[in-house]
């Protein structure tokens, strides 16, 4: 059932764009940026169709903001959704490409308590040739125990989120 039938659909969760600049200098000839835009879709079940109109309308935004422009940009953050889901494979069609597509199953490629991998980093054309590869990681941290609810069970002693930091290097050098 779709939960908020008959409701207007917007990005439940506004999308932050911060632009980094790096002047020249620091061994390069010429200044660099890049763009990252932080995300965090709509979360629960029964929520893929919410998570596909917000991934339409942030590559709308893009669109309007960047198109015809080669700029560095990387969209991060809480998915919500694998990287198979159609909420995911859509920004593919905006030439944005997950970084960690050979992704080990288990324990060392998962990004939330659940066991799931919802937390992703998608690159464009672009940014591709600069990330370092194999660099991708997901950080150990302080989590609850697993097979316990996540969702009741209360965190401990220096827990940070349910969500674990996932990484990469970037060699910030248009190439």
Known sequence: PIRYAGEP?????S???ATIAVPAGFGRPEPYE???IVVHHKSGRGNDYWREAESKGLMELIEKHYSGRDKNIAILGDFNARPDDTSVTMYGGAGFRDVWTDRPRGDLGKTHESGRAIDLILVNEALRAEVIP???FVLGTTSRPEGVDWRSYAPPAGY???HYPFSIDLRPVDQ
């Open 15 to 17: 999308p932050l764009f």
């Open 34 to 36: 890049l763009t990252v």
């Open 160 to 162: 940070a989120a349910d």
């Open 134 to 136: 194999g660099s991708e």
């Open 9 to 13: 659909i917007l990005l439940r969760r």
